[in-house]
């Protein structure tokens, strides 16, 4: 995964949409990030508290 992350330049993403899904039934949810602009993923984590946003900040 770090590969094709590390190909994808995030310079050009002015907006960004966050979203939590639960990745199997159950309570086992993931926090997904997306930019709109590209239809495209550019972070994803496990959890849907307020520590999924900080893990994504510094990994912007």
Known sequence: MTEARDQRS???V???GIDE???RRGHHYVTIVVD???SAV???TPGKDATTVTRFAKDF
């Open 10 to 12: 995030l310079a050009s």
């Open 14 to 16: 002015t907006a960004f």
């Open 21 to 23: 899904t639960a990745a």
């Open 36 to 38: 709109p602009a590209e």
């Open 42 to 44: 550019i972070f994803a």
